[in-house]
């Protein structure tokens, strides 16, 4: 990354050997980073530099992650920075899949996951083509939902020839998390789904603010159950159907719907 594009990261954390690790990987990436180590110290921060990025701890003392969020607002209850949740207790997904941050990250994280997430925020907030870190940035990444083992593999090692970064989950709430964690680029699933069906799935993604354009494909093997595809304004929601459970047809419609 050179240095007239370099952008500027602020690191939230209070943990002194998180901030030293997240910090130093980032500042090898290409990125400045600033770091403070409370939600106080945070807005003291903010007084002196604008981030391109705040990578926001929610479990700290005093005003916490949440305190700082409230206190960046602006007057639309949006805020005023692209913020991604890094928190360790990740049934607060949920919670945040409600709130208009830019991500959600949970502790531990593999670090090109974390990298890639980093720069998915960066580039859709700045509107500009960040220089790629790994060539892997370059992948389309998939959800997958499937619980039968061989057709789950069929599908995985299908989608990974072309290309893509696939992250297979067998039940259904399974889905509805890492979708709300990762925000895949195409959600693929089967109609039937331990837990919770994939109609079922797709109806909250649907609505949920942050996960609402993500396009979702269901297949089921008959086809005799598949709700009808409809969507919604910002391209998310089921987008298409398939019956059938082959990878080349269900990849003709994922590449249609991805261009």
Not at 166 to 180: C, M, Q, S, T, Y
Not at 222 to 235: R, V
Request: charged share 25%.
């Amino acid at each position: 990354m050179s240095e007239e594009i370099k952008r500027q990261i602020l690191l939230i954390d209070d943990d002194p050997s998180l901030r030293t690790t997240l910090g130093d990987f980032l500042r090898f990436e290409g990125y400045k980073v600033a770091t403070a180590e409370s939600g106080e110290k945070g807005l003291e921060v903010l007084d002196a530099t604008t981030p391109d990025l705040i990578i926001l701890d929610m479990s700290m003392p005093g005003i916490g992650g949440i305190g700082f969020l409230k206190a960046i607002l602006d007057e639309n209850g949006k805020p005023s920075h692209p913020v991604v949740v890094l928190t360790a207790r990740a049934n607060m997904a949920e919670f945040f899949a409600n709130v208009e941050v830019d991500g959600f990250i949970a502790k531990p994280c593999d670090p090109q996951d974390f990298l890639m997430e980093v720069g998915r925020i960066i580039f859709l907030r700045s509107g500009e083509q960040k220089e790629s870190h790994s060539d892997s940035e370059k992948h389309l990444k998939l959800l997958l939902g499937e619980d039968d083992s061989a057709i789950g593999k069929r599908l995985s090692d299908w989608f990974l020839a072309q290309g893509f970064i696939v992250d297979r989950v067998e039940k259904g709430p399974e889905v509805l998390e890492r979708a709300i964690m990762s925000r895949p680029d195409v959600i693929v699933m089967n109609l039937i789904l331990e837990g919770m069906n994939g109609g079922a799935v797709a109806d909250m993604l649907n609505v949920m603010p942050n996960t609402q354009s993500i396009p979702i494909i269901l297949h089921d093997g008959t086809g005799s159950l598949l709700p009808p595809a409809a969507g919604n304004k910002s391209g998310g929601g089921i987008i298409a159907t398939v019956a059938s459970n082959e990878p080349d047809a269900i990849h003709k419609v994922v590449a249609k719907i991805l261009g």
